[in-house]
């Protein structure tokens, strides 16, 4: 692991917890115990006995529930382990608007768009708000637990929306590439029609040629029946006459 990056968040200062051959247990008690030690050497009239112990109990309750709300970060430098730990340390008006400057900084220091999806944007606003968080719960930490539910809820509809989001550009892709694939099959199916198209007008040239050439042949064919019966019955007619100039002069008495 590498040390985390700066964030938004306020961090104590990191402390060294073990090598990594010793890492026995996770964040327990030594993550709260030891960044408190600094904070506890300066020298403060010792109050009554009983307020200081519930108002350790209810400091140590606050920092429990900050640092479930808020868990340490850890990182490896070659064989240690690092923790840090959210700030518990009380916020003024002057952290407010620092923290605000620091928003207005980051974004333009990391270029976030100012509208549309931004997830430059999305991370910072996201680590304002979780500053936020850990200094109302400093002061209330059942505000701090109504916020966390906030966070929460908005990071799930931020997912349900991202997941929504992925399904519909999935379904539009896989209805691009099944439009895609059809207009292949189609473009396929219209050149085989425009093939089949071809050899249906070549067919239908092919008969009319055809049947041109019958039409001409059996003209040809007609008027030559036409004119052997027109000169069959022209023979016949002249065969008929000459009979009948016969016929006649054998019936006609000789003077």
Known sequence: MIPPAESLLKYENPVLISKSTDRKSPKGRPLRVSPQQPANSTPVPPPPKLKSATTDATKQENEEILNAILPPREWMEGNQLWVQQVSSAPCTRTDVIHLEEQLDIKLQQRQARETGICP????????????????????????????????????????????????????????????????ADMEKRISDQEDEKQDLMKQLNEQKAKCDAIEKRENERRQVEEKKHTEEIQFLKRTNQQLKTQLEGIITPKK
Do not use: H, P, W
Request: glycine share 4%; aromatic share 8%; net charge positive.
């Open 120 to 183: 430059v944007r999305r991370e910072l606003y996201s680590q304002c708000f979780d500053e936020l968080i850990r200094q109302v719960t400093i002061n209330c930490a059942e505000r701090g637990l109504l916020l966390l539910r906030v966070r929460d809820e908005i990071q799930m509809t931020i997912a349900a929306y991202q997941t929504l989001y992925e399904s519909s550009v999935a379904f539009g892709m896989r209805k691009a590439l099944q439009a895609e694939q059809g207009k």
